[in-house]
């Protein structure tokens, strides 16, 4: 167990819809990163945020966003959602973002949109 | 753009025989390098990581990883695996001195290991 969760652990879901993913980062830890993880793409990274603030974006498509909360939980929210959407996405958490720092990823959610 | 390749997509051998994983990174840069472990349903677990320092990591589970900064490669090695080592390893970079600190990972490669 990494200390991070992630709810719910299963999402089905039609097309045109819109989930929202979240992620409890370990106690303590600043940072969260959110990763999609399909079949054709790999693992690729989406989003981080540190401290409630936007830190870097990957290939997060316009659909996504996401936000970090002052308890330092976050939401991943995925709009109009496609086929190619389903995947498993995974949050993970480091303490204070340095590159140092060790991310301890979530359970991840898996995501079926039909 | 930063990449990075992992050279075999599958590998199958049997119990007690050796593993070596290749991983090769594009970026020219200070890197800090990751191997991460995929057990059958489970979540991302780190195996060892590389910053700075002697360029042959011990991790966990027997695991080592070898920094060869000449020619860009962190690969992993197991002496003798066990049935328990199967799952899917990534390889992942982060760019040191950069503002964010994502981890760019390999494609995987998953491990089968035969009892």
């Known amino acids: 167990d990494s200390g991070v969760t992630q709810t719910p652990k299963h999402l089905i879901t039609a097309t045109g819809q819109r989930v929202t993913l979240r992620c409890s980062p370990r106690s303590g830890d600043l940072s969260v990163y959110w990763y999609q993880q399909s079949l054709d793409q790999g693992l690729q990274f989406l989003i981080q945020?540190?401290?409630?603030?936007?830190?870097a974006k990957g290939n997060i498509l316009e659909r996504f966003s996401a936000q970090q909360f002052p308890d330092l939980h976050s939401e991943l929210n995925l709009s109009s959602l496609e086929l190619g959407d389903s995947a498993l996405y995974f949050c993970a958490s480091s303490p204070s973002g340095r590159g140092y720092n060790e991310q301890f990823f979530g359970p991840g959610t898996r995501l079926t949109v039909l | 753009a930063q990449s990075v390749s992992q050279h075999n997509h599958h590998v199958i051998l049997s119990e007690a025989a050796s593993l070596e994983l290749g991983c090769n990174y594009s970026y020219g840069g200070t890197v800090n390098l990751f191997w991460y472990v995929q057990y059958p349903g489970q979540h991302l677990q780190l195996l060892l990581k590389?910053?700075?320092?002697?360029?042959l990591v011990k991790g966990i589970k027997g695991f080592e990883a070898e920094f060869i900064k000449s020619k860009f490669s962190f690969n992993l090695r197991k002496p003798s695996v066990q049935w328990s080592d199967t799952a899917e390893y990534f390889c992942a970079v982060m760019r040191e001195g950069s503002n964010d600190y994502k981890l760019s990972f390999g494609a995987g490669t998953t491990v089968t290991v035969r009892a």
């Open positions: 590389y910053f700075s320092g002697d360029p």
């Open positions: 945020y540190y401290n409630g603030e936007e830190r």
